[in-house]
């Protein structure tokens, strides 16, 4: 089959690879459409430490299965699904307790072990969520974010009639923006200094998208303001717009190396929540209904999409700013 391979960080090439064969418990997936993330880009860089070389990356996927291991239950040849990509252990401290993206030997398709940026790739079978038949492949891949962003939610809280401010309107600020409108937001406002993101937060559903905070009413702030940048400027001015009693959510990468100020004064005398949101537990499969519920706007979601010898362009596309997800169909040989 043909494969992008990251061969060492900053070489790739598409490369003629051998068919994965699904192990026990196994599936093997034609993969339909496969979303590039800022994980991608840190994989070709070499800055993701999970990461070994050379490795097929892609982990927000979509397709058909087309070939069952050993004791593969749950799904059968034909069914289009969305993967899970995560490959918890299910021996560690977090595993036990249900919280599989801490895992202490914590892996993932695409990004530890060959994954979807290829004609075809291995899964487990438990991994793999059959899509409504009326979600396309390029739709279905959207479910892996999806289902980052609606573990974000699990983590805050559930409270109708919440004021929310994001930071970013790149994909994952505007898959919570609609979530939040979904929850019951009373209002939802979105920053992002690329202005040509703003009205597509507009059609979304924002009651107002600006480039900067100081330009919304609301001197009183926000119960709930979610950095979805990891732009250490972006985190600094949020957590100065949290409403007091209010929650303030990490939901942006920011470098590993990076430090923001905070006021421990303010934290403790307005009683302010600062949380995390890390990857993807126990969401998928409701990423997977919401989707199929017209909850996503998904064909507003995807602007591009390239076949795999394009994937440098893609890349650079990304780099850009360009769109809004974009995706790779590996078994297409021209874009649509």
Not at 78 to 83: E, P, S
Not at 120 to 126: E, F, S, T
Not at 238 to 245: E, I, P
Request: hydrophobic content about 45%; overall charge negative; proline content about 6%.
């Amino acid at each position: 089959m043909r494969a992008l391979v990251i061969d060492e960080p900053g070489r790739f090439a598409v490369e003629r690879v051998p068919d994965p064969a699904p192990g026990a418990g196994e599936v093997v997936v034609r993969v339909g459409a496969v979303g590039i993330c800022g994980t991608d880009l840190h994989i070709v860089a070499g800055e993701f430490p999970p990461t070994p070389y050379p490795i097929v990356p892609g982990h927000e996927f979509a397709g058909e299965v087309v070939a069952l291991g050993d004791g593969a239950a749950g799904v059968r040849v034909g069914d289009r699904v969305a993967v899970d990509p995560s490959l918890f252990c299910g021996r560690c401290h977090y595993c036990a307790i249900g919280r599989g993206n801490l895992c202490e030997n914590w892996g993932a398709i695409g990004d530890t072990v060959d994954g979807a940026m290829a004609e075809y790739v291995r899964a487990p079978a438990a991994n793999c969520h059959r899509l409504p038949g009326h979600v396309p492949d390029p739709h279905g891949a959207l479910v892996e974010p999806l289902s980052c962003a609606v573990h974000g939610f699990d983590v805050l809280p559930r409270e109708l009639g919440s004021h929310y401010l994001i930071y970013g309107a790149g994909t994952m600020g505007l898959l919570m923006l609609q979530l939040a409108v979904a929850a019951g937001a009373a209002s939802v406002c979105v920053v992002d200094v690329n202005a040509a993101r703003l009205e597509v937060a507009r059609t979304l559903g924002a009651d107002a998208a600006v480039t900067a905070a100081d330009e919304l009413d609301r001197p009183e702030g926000w119960e709930i303001v979610i950095d979805c940048t990891g732009a250490i400027a972006a985190i600094e001015d949020g957590l100065a717009r949290v409403r007091r009693g209010g929650t303030f959510q990490q939901f942006g990468v920011a470098a590993a190396t990076a430090r923001a100020s905070i006021s421990p004064f303010r934290v403790y005398n307005d009683e302010l929540t600062i949380v995390g949101s890390m990857a993807v537990v126990h969401s998928f499969g409701r990423a997977v209904d919401l989707l199929g519920e017209g909850v996503i706007d998904a064909e507003t979601m995807i602007t591009h999409d390239f076949p795999l010898d394009d994937f440098a362009e893609a890349l650079h596309t990304f780099r850009s700013g360009t769109g809004r997800k974009i995706q790779i169909r590996p078994t297409a040989r021209e874009r649509h």
